[in-house]
T-cell receptor, first 116, second 112 residues
Framework: AQKITQTQPGMFVQEKEAVTLDCTYD???????LFWYKQPSSGEMIFLIY??????QNATEGRYSLNFQKARKSANLVISASQLGDSAMYFC?????????????FGAGTTVTVRA | EADIYQTPRYLVIGTGKKITLECSQT?????MYWYQQDPGMELHLIHY???????EKGDLSSESTVSRIRTEHFPLTLESARPSHTSQYLC???????????FGSGTRLTVV
């Protein structure tokens, strides 16, 4: 079964506007972590933001915020004030506490294109 | 912060050649990983390691092999490259359950 689902293959957003990237996850663990990564066309994976399952507040990092809805198993990424440099692929990932290998399971990704 | 290094960045090689993709990290992390990613697609775990002398196969079957003789070094080897091995290979490391996974810049492999 797919652990991470990202239903938006591609999105366009106008510069300076906000964009929300959807992510839903599937786990029976009580303790887990959710991560978002950015992958520009150059290919490297850039860590953006982390949310722990026991964190009561939504995580924020600069222009990135995570809309965490535990009951719905949803962890959407919000990018505010989009910039041209935000054009990239974005991946949602999850690590479950019961997996002692600490591996991340990734979604299929969402490609964001910021228009001037 | 480039604490995990992969070489080469790009590699074009002929079918049947043996290749080794290098990955080194300076953070002393026990856990290291290799992910395979086709262009525009998701990442698939092909190998991981808990520490020295530990290697495990990941979720996606791969003809590659790995070794972990030193904490900082986790090379991936293909004994006989084929065009189906054309992909990007990303090396990563992680410290704790709640810390981010650190990725290298990746190796883009093309087998012709």
């Amino acid at each position: 079964a797919q652990k991470i689902t990202q239903t938006q293959p591609g999105m366009f957003v106008q510069e300076k506007e906000a964009v929300t990237l959807d992510c839903t996850y599937d786990t029976s663990d009580q303790s887990y972590g959710l991560f978002w990564y950015k992958q520009p066309s150059s290919g490297e994976m850039i860590f953006l933001i982390y949310q722990g399952s026991y964190d009561e507040q939504n995580a924020t990092e600069g222009r990135y915020s995570l809309n965490f809805q535990k009951a719905r198993k949803s962890a959407n990424l919000v990018i505010s004030a989009s910039q041209l440099g935000d054009s990239a692929m974005y991946f949602c990932a999850m690590r479950e506490a019961t997996s002692n290998d600490y591996k991340l399971s990734f979604g299929a990704g969402t490609t964001v294109t910021v228009r001037a | 912060e480039a604490d995990i290094y992969q070489t080469p960045r790009y590699l074009v090689i002929g079918t049947g050649k043996k290749i080794t993709l290098e990955c080194s990290q300076t953070m002393g992390h026990d856990k290291m990983y290799w992910y395979q990613q086709d262009p525009g697609m998701e990442l698939h775990l092909i190998h991981y390691s808990y520490g020295v002398n530990s290697t495990e196969k990941g979720d996606l079957s791969s003809e590659s092999t790995v070794s972990r003789i030193r904490t900082e070094h986790f090379p991936l080897t293909l004994e006989s490259a084929r065009p189906s091995h054309t992909s990007q290979y990303l090396c990563a490391s992680s410290e704790t359950l709640y810390s981010k996974m650190n990725f290298g810049s990746g190796t883009r492999l093309t087998v012709v």
